[in-house]
């Protein structure tokens, strides 16, 4: 999966706002879920199987999908924001990634998905969420201040990933707390 196959954001709890292209926008609302989402990479929760499915992803500015499909999903509970993500890779072996330090510039630098948060409407501010194929993570506040790539959300947010045939998988967590 290229880097460009995995960029969205999220523009309100319940509104998906993707950039598909330049000249069109593709919310999705996101219903509220009662399951109990196990962060283990696996989507094998009810949940997951009956989420809207975003996709396809395209490669920036353009119109044409990327080679390598990216789908993602998103729910969230009363404590946490989740986002599950599948990412079609035949060689596994090939995806860049490894075990990083936390915030290393490697981790963007790697085949990776790249999460953009921004909770309140309107404002410029946002915040970056990115992780690799290892659940390596890198995360920072993007606002008036310039990049902060110090900020580490407290409490934290979590990443699990696992390798399947022929994709990798995630789910993310997101504490409504760090804002
Ligand atoms: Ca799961």
Not at 30 to 50: C, F, H, P, Y
Not at 93 to 108: C, E, N, P
Not at 110 to 134: K, M, Q, R
């Amino acid at each position: 999966m290229s880097k460009n196959g995995c960029f969205f954001m999220c523009c309100a709890v319940v509104a998906l706002l993707l950039p598909r292209c330049l000249a069109e926008e593709v919310r999705q609302v996101i219903a509220m879920t009662a399951q109990r989402i196990e962060l283990d990479g696996k989507l094998n929760e009810e949940v997951w199987k009956s989420s809207s499915v975003t996709e396809p992803f395209l490669y920036l500015g353009t119109h044409s999908p990327t080679k390598k499909q990216t789908r993602a999903r998103v729910a969230y509970d009363k404590s946490s924001m989740y986002v599950a993500v599948e990412c079609d890779e035949n060689d596994l072996t090939a995806v860049r990634g490894g075990d990083r330090q936390r915030d290393a510039d490697q981790v963007w630098q790697d085949d990776c998905v790249e999460i953009l948060l921004a909770p309140a409407l309107g404002s410029t501010e946002y915040y970056h969420f990115i992780f690799n194929i290892e659940g390596s993570k890198y995360d920072s506040c993007v606002g008036g201040k310039g990049l902060a790539a110090a900020w580490n959300p407290d409490p934290d947010w979590q990443v699990a990933v696992i390798e399947e045939t022929n994709l990798w998988t995630a789910e993310i967590a997101v504490p409504w707390s760090i804002w």
